[in-house]
């Protein structure tokens, strides 16, 4: 269920932007963003990411209108699932442009991340065309490689943190600024 009428809220964000910019996450618990936080640095290509911005993202949906963000809120909020603990562990690079912490592979994440995707399509939305590779994003890499690159993912490859439980999931609105991405949560949608 949403915490608060999305309409009123969706309203209140227009007047910064006609347009939407949305995703679908699991927000993670303050002490998780900490421990994640002390990953950052010492690189001098990366734009690290808030810690506050910390979340596994379900499905990306992109810019869209009011009408079509009510839409996706009443999909989500039909969306049945049971709560589950959660493992992040390891750290990587996409194509050296991101640095990320990897997800343990969780049969119960994998099972709402389809009932959020299918929710979202039924709601109007194209339906993602990516594989699903649930990550927490650190930093973003810019220009030419950090010759430490390897040497930073070598040192942090074995990270695990504890199990943490997610109870809930999250519409979000994010806003491009110069200085990164505000995002504010919309909807939250409690699980089972």
């Known amino acids: 269920m949403a915490t608060a009428p999305l309409l009123t809220v969706f309203t209140a964000a227009a007047k910064f932007a006609s347009m939407l910019r949305l995703f679908v996450g699991i927000a ?15 690189l001098s290509n990366a734009r690290w990411v808030d810690p506050g911005n910390y979340h596994v993202t379900l499905r990306f949906i992109g810019e869209i209108d009011e009408g079509a963000a009510s839409d996706v809120d009443a999909a989500l909020s039909g969306v049945r699932a049971k709560r589950f603990a959660l493992t992040l562990a390891g750290v990587g690079s996409f194509n050296a442009r991101n ?22 399509a039924r709601s109007g939305i194209e339906p993602e065309s990516r594989r699903f590779a649930p990550h927490v994003t650190l930093a973003r890499l810019k220009g030419k490689p950090d010759a430490r690159l390897g040497q930073y993912l070598a040192e942090r490859a074995l990270f695990r ?11 979000v609105a994010s806003y491009l600024t110069k200085s ?10 409690a699980l089972a």
């Open 161 to 171: 943190a504890a199990p943490f439980d997610v109870e809930q999931f999250q519409l």
């Open 99 to 120: 640095l990320f912490v990897g997800v343990e592979r969780n049969a119960d994440l994998i099972h709402l991340q389809e009932k959020v995707e299918s929710a979202v």
């Open 180 to 189: 990164g991405s505000i995002y504010e949560d919309q909807a939250d949608y």
């Open 28 to 42: 993670l618990p303050p002490a998780l963003k900490l421990e994640l936080s002390r990953l950052t640095g010492g």
